[in-house]
């Protein structure tokens, strides 16, 4: 089965085939990913947004790290046998940042489960990209106990692809052999065996992001940098594999 998450020019329909992404928070109020001086622009069936960031948070990292994020509506199952893939095309450009720092500001495709906390991401960079394996303490999301690490994030940085052009992305999860498989333009660029949690959904996320820790006094992400996001459709694949 194959499907495409796009319909771009939907973007302003919030809720229709994407919504603004964010979290509710204990105190009732949402936070929401959204740079209120971002352009938004849709051309060619692809996604442009050119962001000045402004936006953080003082005192939980996930509020502080996504600047303007859009989540799909739909959400896609993770079968129980086979593979689920995932491709698309990022660039990212940008202005202002710290050079050769790519988390001073890049392009994200996130693929984030509510149900567990895990999340499969690219981040695409101005020289630089970077594939991510994770569970999050995601604000309002219940993450099942473990014996082992219960929250992580491991980034593996490489800069062999195309700077501040359009690369070929691909993840491809196996929910029944624990494993994902990461390719950059054709290449598999990383695979991760006996992934220790069952991914059930995912929500696919659109973002421009900064990952910088939160210092004592606060949020030190923003600082006048400037990323421009552009983001094909996401093609979306299941192959099913029969029970033996």
Sequence with gaps: MEK??????????EGKVWKMGGFKLPDGS????????ATVIVRNGMLYVRAPLSRGHDRIQILDNAKHMYYSVEEVEA???GELTFEFQLRCRTQGTAPGDLYDGYVSLNLLDFTTGAALDFFAGDDKYASVYAVLPFPGVAVPPSDKTRYFCVFKEDTNFKAREFNDYKIVYNRAKDEVVFYVNGEEVRREKNVPIKFNRFTIALGIMTEKDLSPEGSVSVHGQ???AEYSPVKVTIKEQAGE
Excluded: S
């Design 4 to 13: 495409i998450y796009g319909d771009f020019h939907t973007i302003l329909d």
């Design 30 to 37: 949402f936070w929401e990913y959204r740079e209120p001086d």
């Design 79 to 81: 079968p129980e046998r």
């Design 226 to 228: 400037t990323v421009i």
